[in-house]
């Protein structure tokens, strides 16, 4: 008997940065009851990127993580693809760079994938495709979602700002979620409801289009998903969402439950919520501490699941639905395998929440602004490396002659090193011994 192959996400790691900021915090500053940030939102916490990382840095990491969490023979990778809305260049792709310093091999392609916040699944799906083909022979994709989301400081938008990266291993035979091989479920619909120009750092967003927007997509994408593949409401144990905040999750669940449950057995809102409980919530607790990763945030809700849930998760269908605006929406399903070693103690959430810091709100400010400052400065400033952590690999030093340069850690190091180095110019990578 032949056993058909299957592809898809094999192994999967994230990344969160050091500092947090408390939305009490914010919503004091604000003049907005708290209740409107945890309740409203459904977000406690927003996760703040450093002084000295970027969207590059944070895919550094999460592939970092990756590698030392799970036996992945670089030499397998051949290709490597990074979903950003927030690169670092107008041209030259996040992936080229993570590729040299995370040391892969040349016999690999490398490219970026940008759609807003589908971006990140344009690329796993891509990748699962280019695994099923005879180009792949055999080989595996890494997919990184990385992203720092920014609006503008009193803006709607400020508490659902986050930073993180989610990195995964797309093969055939995966240890952890296979992709059911059905007719995809994809809509398109141009519209403006979030949008960053070229010559901002922050995205502009008309606030109820884009709620508007992300649930149209969900149901021309559910149903369309439905008629091609035969699965039904019961099928899925699990549901996850796109993550711009929880809340939103609730809002999509809210609106397929109506539909398919609600209408046909006159269920009512004490079934909604404990339905919500058990096939949503597991998969939500770390974007609530964490806010809005862009293109990772329904990876970091995968991976939140898969901590959460543990062995529970195997043999599970799990329903995904993945929004980017302007807009690309895409509905999709896959199931968890039956090993839990392949997810256990890998992901790296628990560790990545349990070592950060609690910034105050000045703090918050000034690390929005220094981080600003370095991407825009022409001239290398070892000034304004002021954040350094033991748990930081790689870090944005500024900007020299309109190159990036990068301070990138062997083994444990101490700050001072990095003044130490002899000629840092050479080139924008440098390593701090
Ligand atoms: P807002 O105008 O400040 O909030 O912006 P609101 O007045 O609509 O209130 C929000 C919720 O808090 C409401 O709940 C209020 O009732 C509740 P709802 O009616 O929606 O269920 N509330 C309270 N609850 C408890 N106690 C209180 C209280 N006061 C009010 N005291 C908005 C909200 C989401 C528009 C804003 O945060 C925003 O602009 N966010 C950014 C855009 C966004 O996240 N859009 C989501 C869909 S688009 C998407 O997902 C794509 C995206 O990720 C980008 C990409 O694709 O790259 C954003």
Redesign the pocket.
């Known amino acids: 008997m032949t056993t058909l192959s299957t592809f898809g996400i094999d192994a999967i790691s994230t990344y969160v940065p050091k500092f947090t900021l408390n939305l009490d915090k914010l919503a004091k500053r604000r003049n907005v009851?708290p209740?409107?940030y945890r309740?409203?939102?459904g977000l406690n916490r927003m996760s703040v990127a450093g002084p000295q990382e970027d969207s590059l840095t944070l895919a550094v990491e999460a592939a970092q993580s990756l590698f030392k969490r799970y036996d992945i023979d670089k030499e397998s990778v051949g290709m490597l693809i990074v979903g950003t809305?927030t690169p670092i260049d107008a041209a030259k792709p996040v992936a080229s760079y993570v590729h040299r310093m995370i040391e892969l091999s040349p016999w690999c392609r490398t490219f970026d994938t940008k759609h807003?916040?589908?971006g990140g699944t344009a690329a796993l799906r891509l990748a699962a495709n280019w695994c099923a083909t005879p180009a792949g022979r055999g080989r595996k994709a890494l997919v990184i979602m990385t992203d720092i989301a920014r609006?503008d400081t009193e803006s709607?938008?400020e508490?659902?700002q986050g930073a993180g990266a989610v990195a995964m291993i797309v093969s055939e035979n995966p240890s952890i979620l296979a992709l059911d091989d059905v007719p995809e479920a994809v809509y398109t619909y141009e519209n403006m409801?979030?949008w960053r120009p070229l010559y901002r750092s922050k995205?502009i967003?008309e606030?109820?289009q884009?709620?508007s927007?992300?649930l149209h997509g969900l149901d021309q994408t559910y149903m369309q998903y439905k008629e091609g593949s035969g699965y039904d409401w019961d099928d899925y144990s699990y549901l996850l969402f796109?993550v711009?905040?929880p809340?939103?999750a609730y809002?999509g669940f809210k609106r397929l439950f109506q539909k398919e449950v609600m209408r046909v057995n006159g269920h009512g809102t004490e079934e909604l919520n404990e339905e919500f409980e058990r096939k949503v919530e597991p998969g939500l607790w770390a974007n609530t501490e964490i806010g809005?990763i862009?293109t990772g945030?329904l990876y970091l809700s995968l991976a939140a699941l898969l901590v959460r849930a543990q062995k529970d998760a195997a043999g599970q269908r799990i329903g995904l639905y993945s929004?980017?605006?302007g807009s690309c929406a895409e509905f999709f399903s896959g199931v968890v395998q039956n090993d839990p070693s392949a997810w256990i103690g890998r992901v790296g959430l628990n560790e990545g929440l349990a070592r950060r810091v609690s910034l105050s709100y000045e703090e918050y400010l000034r690390f929005r602004k220094e981080n600003e400052l370095l991407s825009q400065i022409d001239s290398y400033s070892p000034d304004v490396v002021t954040a350094w952590n033991r748990h930081q690999s790689v870090a944005f030093c500024g900007i020299r002659n309109h190159e990036r340069i990068y301070g990138l850690r062997e083994g444990i190091s101490a700050r001072k090193s990095l003044y130490e180095e002899k000629d840092p110019y050479e080139s924008p990578i440098y390593v701090v011994k």
């Open positions: 009851n209740e409107k309740i409203g939102l809305e807003a916040c589908y609006y709607p938008g508490p659902t409801d979030f995205a967003v606030g109820q884009s709620i927007s992300y796109h711009p905040f809340k939103m809002k809005n862009y945030s929004y980017g605006s």
